[in-house]
């Protein structure tokens, strides 16, 4: 679950993007690792639990052993192949393991096994939709072309003392898809929305557990910029960034960087450079200066993959027994609700980005036929307010699903008021864990709704008001809110506001009269 | 109890059933012998410790008339690039002379498993780089062959030259070499036994410290086609821990007795491009010889051209370098190997263990694979070379139409002296002594060089079958149908 502080309703603010009047056009290109959620690695039976104990998690395979070979994992091909179907991406039914060579510590092989000349998949895309409140006044839907989806290698950790290094090698090996996207985006904030598009579908078809602070999505961000109608600029890469935010800052900076080198005549470098997230800026990075030849090669100890699909019915992963389980997806979700429920664009957009909050509102509906429309704006509205109110995290909440319809049905029922909904929710948001109905008996909050109680009620107010009720009669029409507030306040706002607005104004011309 | 050891494996078998021997008189036979034999070099460790444990565990399995193999209580030795569990495995390099490994290759482990009993490890070129087993720290083999001091020797051959003396000499009755160009049989050609090269995939490569990954494979030593197969039987067949492992269960092979089988209208195929200008004469008419011997016997012999072949060492040559550059990328000296003395930088530590840690054939090795695999050279070398291959393959595919085996010399010449072996670079070696090997390793096929005669000096003269993949059967049938037309004097029975 990637941190809430970047979700829709972040109050973080963004300034105004680049594009609208600069002379430059920004593309920017991303590369995500994904580690593949498995119990073992890609090659090795080495389990894969994050918070082992350093280089516990290592088979004579992961050291590089000499003598020892590589062994498939069939359960990271099927996420794979569930991967690039869920994507759109055209499954190859053969792909070829490379190795990818260059000298570091935590790479104990001196190479990298990789999907070079033949990907397990490509040529995907998907449809998102971007929405940073902040910047857009409206959400706009947008694709996103995937060159190819491959399967490799992580590498270990090297670990920085003042006068040594250390290697941890459980992370060695562990299975990555590599998602390569193409240059399709124009800014930070699509990149941002992409990654939590992507974030989103890995939450349904759960291939990729998304946990950035453990390095499960890293990403890598190429940025350029060029003039309208000339040709691509000059490109830096930005590595390993953690953070969905940081996608967003780090394209934004490296945008501004290049605009100001351009616009000062300087020359931006093909570089790579790396996110600091506390100092906001993108610097280069030492260690990658100088251009690597990799030494591409077959992996000589793996035969080809082949995936079964269609009529080809050789392969160690079937793709249409595979297609069959892909779960309704986010986009799916998002026309769903519109379509079938009559939600609007932006409440599908919240709703569907978080995923918590969907599922409330999906087991609300279910539990009881209430108005959705009235249902989503509760959950996005009156219940992230109060969460943000209490400080809370939506996930440690835990009002059972069926307690929102139910204030949504004492809503329509005009049991409640508004207001009273609110302080119901926040009953329940301090753990009283009666039903709602339960807490306006308890609490005595059940609205007033008689008509003939109510007007007695609005009689009580004129006459205890003379002053006020002097003023409107000589023209101050403004007055006639201190009215309705002090109904409300009498009654403890039980009273249907509705109606003692009615009653108040019929009272009130008969006094005009 | 010496000479039971220069029988073969069945004989042993049998005398152990019968209780005339035991398998701890055995090994220490096998000891006295590998001591007594020392100067030629063929091991560089051996492991009598553990060895004499098996011994009396397999002897117990005797006494409770429980052996359970054919192999319990053999004597064999491994080559010293096969991983053995807490024996050093030091593939006669500088770089792993400390490398103790922690697990067993699966061809040890199944010879174990069978009961056999591990004398010690073998000899080679490091990293099984070369043709003569010269080029190794712990010194050169010498062959058995022609031995007249330690000054005047011919070479064992190579790379699993160790391996070959100590089953020439009697040590053991079989040994575990690898072959990636003929590494198992050129050896095998020079001291006179029998040196078989497994179809790719049918033995298991986990644990054989790679050369070339895609050619490597087990290979057999041993003084007879039946021991060979006693051997083979005990290690083929599908292994999980081997992606390259072929799945197809494997069927134990059976040979029947030389003299109940025929070779009426077998067709035997002679690759005219098999002769060249550097073959021997007497190399050259043993192959007549055994050609003609066969024909005369009901087979139909018939000379076939696979056009590739010269091709096949320049191309193995860009394949090997390439593969090797990438397989000795791991030796760094941080995980585990000879680390250099130098702090200063991580990159440093890497160069210098690097260039102390091999030798100057491996490192040229790595320095021209690397170029072959520079993106602006992939094309031009690499894949050009994989293409060339693959029509080397065709050449094998289509002379299967044709004939069902090939008859070839193994070697050239006899096991040359060491001192004009040595004149040689190690690169131009190895062109020389594997063009009649190397193409089997190109294709996959399997093939067995087996001795034939004394050539006019004493040395051995040995020829090669190649069979199609898969066809270990057939092609050990003839093999030994010649080694029993043949009666080659093994040095065994020389001295006995």
Known sequence: ?513 | MEKVLNTNIKTTFKLLIENIVTVPEITAAAFNKAREFKKYNSFINLTEESANKQAEESQKRYDEKKPISELDGVPVAVKDNFCTKEVATTCASKMLQNFIPTYNATVVERLKNAGAVLIGKTNLDQFAMGSGTVDSIYGPSKNIWGYQGDDNFHIAGGSSGGSSIAVASGICFGALGSDTGGSTRNPASYCGVVGFKPTYGLVSRYGLIPLVNSMDVPGILTRTVDDCVSILNAIAGFDDKDSTSLERPFKKIRLPPADKMTIKDLKIGIPVEYYNEHLSDEVYFAWNEIANLLSNNGAIVKQISMPNTEHSIVCYSILNQCEVASNMARYDGIQYGYRAEENSSTEKLYATSRSQGFNEVVRNRILTGNYFLLTRNYEKYFNKALKVRRLIANDFHKAWEEVQILLTPTTLTTAPLYKDFVQKTNRDQCALQDYCTQPANMAGVPAISVPIKLSNNGLPISLQLIGRNLSEPMLLAVAKYIENLVQFPHFVNKSS
């Open chain 1, 1 to 513: 679950m990637f941190s809430r502080s970047t979700s829709y309703i972040s109050k973080r603010l963004y300034s105004k993007s680049v594009q609208e009047n600069s002379k430059w056009r920004s593309v920017v290109g991303l590369e995500v690792h994904a580690q593949i959620q498995s119990n073992s690695k890609l090659f090795s039976g080495a389990g894969s639990k994050f918070s082992s104990p350093i280089n516990s998690n290592v088979s004579l395979f992961d050291m590089a052993t000499p003598g020892t070979l590589p062994t498939l994992n069939k359960s990271c091909v099927e996420a794979a192949v569930l991967t690039a179907l869920a994507l759109n991406c055209q499954v190859n039914p053969v792909s070829y393991f490379d190795r990818k060579h260059y000298f570091y510590a935590d790479m104990p092989a001196g190479y990298q096994i990789t999907q070079q000349r033949a990907p397990l998949a490509s040529n995907g895309s998907f449809d998102f939709n971007v929405y940073t409140p902040s910047v857009h006044k409206k959400p706009y839907k947008t694709k996103v072309r995937i060159k190819q989806i491959q399967l490799e290698q992580d590498s270990g950790k090297s670990l920085h003392d003042f006068d040594r290094s250390l290697v941890d090698l459980n992370r060695a090996g562990m299975p990555l898809m590599e998602l390569v996207f193409e240059p399709d985006l124009k800014d930070g904030d699509e990149a941002a929305a992409l990654i939590k598009e992507l974030i989103g579908i890995f939450e349904r078809i759960r291939t990729c557990s998304c946990k950035m602070e453990e390095g499960a999505l890293r990403i890598d961000a190429n940025v350029s910029i060029h003039e309208k109608g000339q040709p691509l600029g000059t490109r830096t890469e930005i590595k390993n960034i953690g953070s969905v935010r940081g996608v967003a800052g780090a394209i934004k900076y490296e945008i501004d960087r290049q605009i100001k080198i351009k616009n000062s005549f300087g020359t931006v470098l093909n570089e790579t450079r790396a996110w600091n997230a506390e100092k906001k800026v993108t610097v280069p990075m030492r260690d990658k200066e100088v251009q690597q030849d990799y030494r591409y090669m077959p992996e000589p100890n793996l035969p080809p993959l082949h995936v079964a699909m269609g009529p080809i019915e050789f392969g160690s992963v079937n793709a249409d027994t595979i297609k069959k389980i892909i779960p309704e997806l986010p986009e799916e979700i998002r026309i769903r609700l519109r379509n079938e429920l009559g939600l609007t664009e932006t409440q599908s957009i919240i709703l569907v980005n978080d995923s918590c909050l969907l599922q409330h509102f999906e087991l609300a509906l279910k539990s009881k036929n209430v108005d959705p429309i009235a249902l989503a704006n509760f959950l996005i509205n009156d219940l992230n307010t109060s969460l943000n109110k209490l400080k809370l995290e939506i996930e440690n909440m835990n009002i059972p699903s069926k307690y929102f319809s139910e204030i949504i049905d004492l809503l329509k029922q005009a049991q409640i008021s508004h207001q009273t909904a609110r302080l119901v929710l926040d009953e329940l948001l301090s753990g009283d864990s009666d039903t709602p109905a339960m807490i306006i008996e308890k609490r005595n909050w059940k609205q007033i709704t008689d008509v003939d109680e109510l007007t007695k009620i609005c009689e009580t107010v004129l006459k205890e008001n003379e002053k006020a009720l002097k003023d409107f009669l000589s023209g101050k029409k403004k007055v006639f809110k201190f009215f309705l507030g002090a109904v409300a306040k009498t009654t403890d706002n039980r009273a249907n506001m509705g109606k003692c607005d009615e009653i108040l104004k019929t009272l009130l011309s008969k006094r005009l009269k």
